[in-house]
């Protein structure tokens, strides 16, 4: 048999937490949907949970398994995976390692198991090659203050940030500048990079990252949307909290984009004061919504709020089956902390944003969407802080919610992100973008593998 013609086994390796595991999940499927043999490394907590996940796409034949690792608590602790991870290549012999960015360490696993390591970062192009350049050229030392705008050097479209919307160890030396070095360095020391993006949506930055970070990259997403029907949708990350068919009749009744959805995200966790503040200005924009709060906040809602707004807002408590909410029709925009998935799903599914980044990489993708893409509108969020995020007032979110569900340039923004819809379906269609550079990947990988 040429290497051409025999069987790819790939490892996926996730970093457990929803905004990771969720897309490397997808990316399983999409390889296994190729005719790969999938296997996704999990600690025994999360096995059976993306089991069932998968089980529709195994039932059509996909070759899709779960592997149980020991996962230490602690996320310094990721490296003590090595031994178990070293073990589990060494008793099934994948052809290559796709595993996550805060598993840097993974580089040298697949090196001394002969195997090729790719790295995924689970954001776009756009957003870590800014990152990079920040970090590279630490324009944010030549501002006086931390509300003065710098210019990102040497990066595409005159891009300005401040010193506030970057992370604490990017402005100064804290134990996680380390580790965002490691990930930095093992991005290039990788075999290369699957970017969960398509090429259409940021050409310019897909070409600095390859061109100017010298990077060797794959955009093979959306990838929820290339899993469509082959995934269940409603437990996407974690059980859903409501029953779908209530949750899509509720919004079967409402008129095409009139609907806000408000979701932040696995991680976002809001105090009291913040949560009564969105509560006044949902019910102050007048639009209908959808709010995700999660289970252990419902008892910081404003006293008889629910009740009050009974049909005219939906609350979830926990978690939400976001990608089939989003695909609905009744949806006019979604408030997110802009956490890349949320970002795409928005994108995948025409809905224009409103922007409330909170931290990680969200202040970088605000600017992508609001700048570049022009798919939405800041809520006035300024400010980078870890979970609880910058407090924003009642009166900002309603304006914000008013305009871009109704405002001057709602339907001018709306045409754009159902545009940029349809070119996210033709990119994973067959002989789309996307489509191409995983065909290009795997092929790449069979020349590879003896
Ligand atoms: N998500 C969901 N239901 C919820 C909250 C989140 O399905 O109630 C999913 C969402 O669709 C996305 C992921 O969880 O795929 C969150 O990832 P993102 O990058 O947006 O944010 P993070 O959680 O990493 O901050």
């Given at each position: 048999m040429t290497s051409q013609n025999r069987q790819l086994h790939v490892f996926f390796f996730p970093f457990m937490?929803?905004?990771h595991s969720i897309p490397i999940i997808d990316l399983a499927i999409l390889f296994a949907g190729k005719g790969v043999k999938s296997t996704?490394?999990?600690p025994p907590s999360d096995a059976a949970h993306i089991s069932k996940v998968t089980e529709k796409a195994r039932n059509s034949g996909y070759e899709v398994d779960v592997l149980d690792i020991e996962f230490p608590v602690a996320e310094a602790a990721t490296k003590l995976l090595k031994r178990p991870l070293e073990d589990l290549i060494r008793q099934h012999r994948p052809h290559c390692l796709v595993s996550d960015i805060f598993f840097p360490w993974t580089n040298d696993v697949a090196a001394a198991s002969g195997i090729p390591r790719i790295l995924f970062h689970g954001t776009c192009a756009?957003?870590?090659s800014a990152m990079e350049h920040v970090l590279l050229y630490e324009?944010?030392?030549n501002v006086s203050s931390d509300s003065e705008p710098f210019l990102i050097p040497n990066f595409p479209g005159d891009i300005k940030l401040t010193r506030s919307q970057l992370p604490e160890f990017g402005k100064q030396e804290t134990g996680?500048?380390?580790?965002?070095?490691?990930?930095?360095e093992s991005e290039s020391k990788s075999f290369g990079v699957i970017v969960n993006s398509f090429y259409e949506l940021e050409p310019v930055y897909a070409d600095h990252h390859t061109n100017?970070?010298?990077?060797?990259?794959?955009h093979v997403g959306p990838v929820s949307l290339s899993t469509k029907g082959i995934i269940d949708k409603t437990n996407r990350g974690k059980q859903s909290s409501i029953d779908e068919n209530k949750c899509l009749n509720w919004l079967n009744l409402k008129e095409p984009n009139s609907v806000v959805y408000v979701c932040?995200?696995?991680?976002a966790d809001f105090d009291s004061c913040q949560l009564i503040e969105i509560a006044k200005g949902l019910e102050a924009s007048g639009q209908s919504f959808v709010w995700v709060v999660r289970n252990e906040k419902e008892k910081l809602l404003p006293e008889g709020f629910e009740r009050k707004m009974e049909g005219k807002g939906l609350i979830i408590r926990g978690w939400a089956p976001q990608v089939l909410i989003l695909e609905n029709e009744a949806i006019g925009a979604f408030v997110t902390h802009c956490g890349w998935n949320s970002v795409l799903e928005a994108v995948s599914t025409g809905v224009p944003v409103i922007t409330w980044p909170v931290a990680a990489e969200q202040f970088y993708n605000e600017k992508l969407l609001t700048e570049i893409l022009k798919i939405g509108l800041g809520v006035g969020a300024r400010k980078w802080k870890r979970l609880v995020g910058d407090f924003v007032r009642s009166e900002a979110i309603e304006k914000a919610v008013r305009e871009v569900i109704m405002g001057e340039c709602a339907v001018v923004m709306r045409n754009r992100a159902k545009r940029l819809a349809e070119m996210a379906k033709k990119a994973v269609e067959n002989g789309g973008s996307s489509d191409s550079h995983l065909n290009a990947l795997i092929g790449e990988l069979?020349?590879?593998?003896?």
């Open positions: 937490a929803p905004g996704i490394i999990a756009f957003s870590f324009p944010h030392k996680f500048t380390k580790l965002f070095n490691e990930f930095i100017f970070l010298g990077r060797k990259a794959w932040f995200g696995s991680m069979k020349s590879l593998s003896p």
